[in-house]
């Protein structure tokens, strides 16, 4: 322990001179790489005067096929997710284990985060209201891609000797091409996603949550933070390495019991604000649809709006990228198919209520007064719609979203890891390893300007979208056959419910 | 009606003098007695993806333990009395999963000690024996 707290230490002293010269040097080595897998990953094809990133086209496309494949499983397994995650379906016998409503709520709490609250601002901003109508519907249809991810997360995952499992898309891209003979592609495309998710984690999962959790504290201190990035990254990290490395779950489970009220607690005041803007609710909800269907003001017109709400909508709900995927193979069930069904929550939740929620404050604030944000942006306009009504609401919503960064840090140093692991092997050394580069990662992102490094990390989250759901599309046919077979089985009342409720 | 007892356990002094209690009866009445221990847990809690993935790990050492140094001694001492004894453990929300319990083992009623909650905690979230009391379909007889 003491070795691990020394290097611990080493690493985070590393990291201080960084606000001091090596940031720069650090940004002007990475720039050009940034840009070039920037350019390459969101490679875009003009379309009627918008530009459309390739990758976006490929995330909706999958997510329409997989919606029109499955016969629309976001609607017909929307009642039938809602009673497993109540637990009707839940054996006694197997209490103890991870129910479906912990999957659920983990897999949540990892995705619910910053792009809730300032993500639906930049869509707004950028792609006018209109942009909400597009992020709804990419919510929706993102729901059947989670279905087909989770469902093969578990049906591939690995079982650990010590009983622990591990799971995700690099195990059943690997197993999966296997099983269809091609075992080398598989091989590559598993290790092809490892490499990606484990540094997606150090990025959007990390420093751009660190980072934006010390511009928020930093606002609401009224600027007091300025130059003291280092010392609150060092606390962040700190703070991490108490959890993920110093076993501390107390602190874990403290901010994974308090995110989800908040989450309701931004809910509930999210929707007071709206109904307090009343007067402009119809406005508002019209101009979601006018935008969408003219995109009135929007460089590419509707077609512009669709793009930003779909690219919002991913960004917050991650279908398609298969992260929730690891984490929803914790789920001990002999259905793969049940926890593919619980997911289809997760981009509900996310995307199609709490979303809208945020679009609908901005939406009724703009109606009243166009004007009301000034020149904020992202989080800072979102946090001007609330100020509007209630004066003190700045300071939650920043205490609010500081933890979600930390929520979302802990499932996303989780993800990571399990990259790592599928890379380097389950053994404990490799684990502190990594994990010790994850809490220097924490504390480097409140030091460094992100510019470069987070574009490569974005870029490489969303270069992983292409593996997985090409694998998605080559095993579609087995979650197909799984998913018939377990409804016929509820059907015909093989499967019953446990609670006769 | 079953011969057969439901005796809830949890290692505390006042479990002891329900053990004691069930023992007298069964050696009269000679019923089977099933010893049953919950170790809480609620399906309903927040967890770390981490803490998921090695939760059936965890679980089974919970049962062992609770097995092994609960659970274990008591079926023992009982069948060392000459009586039928055999023992359970299992998860949930304490009342409500010994109610369960004694369904499911066809018992046909239940002796639970005053668990030893005091103060505060039985305060807010009562005890489980006043909660069984409530919630269970077959007799139950708290032991003082």
Known sequence: MKRILIALGALILLTLPASAGIDETINDATAPIAKLIGQIVFFKIPLFGADLPLVVLWLVIGAIFFTVYLGFINVRGFKHAIELVRGDYANPKHAGEVSHFQALATAVSGTVGIGNIGGVAVAVTVGGPGATFWLIMAGFLGMSTKFVECTLGVKYRNENPDGSVSGGPMYYLRKGFSERGMDGFGKFMGTFYAIGIFIGALGIGNMFQSNQAYVQLNNVAGGGLDGFGWLVGLIMAAVVFSVIVGGIKSIAKVTEKIVPFMAIFYCVFALIVILMNFTSIPAAIGNIFTGAMTGEGVAGGAIGALIIGFQRAVFSNEAGIGSASIAHSAVRTNEPVTEGVVSLLEPFIDTIVICTITALVIG??????????????????????????????????????????????????????KGWTYLFGESMRGQTIYKLLFCAFVALGCVVQLGPILEISDALVFLICVPNILGLYFLAPIVKKEMNSYFARIESGEIKKFSNV | MTNRILLAVDGSPGSGKAIKFALECAKNSGAKVIVAYVIEWSPYSFNTPEENAERHQRRNQEIDRATSSIVDPVVAKLKKAGIDAAGQVRHGHPAQTLAELAQETDASQIFIGRLGETGLKSMIFGSVAANLVQTSSVPVTVVP
């Open chain 1, 364 to 417: 009724t604030s703009q109606v009243a007064d166009p004007g009301f944000a000034g020149d904020a942006k992202g989080i800072a306009m979102t946090s001007a719609a609330f100020e509007r009504q209630l004066s003190w609401f700045p300071i939650p919503l920043a205490f609010a979203g500081v933890l979600f960064a930390f929520s979302t840090m802990i499932s996303w140093s989780y993800y990571g890891l």
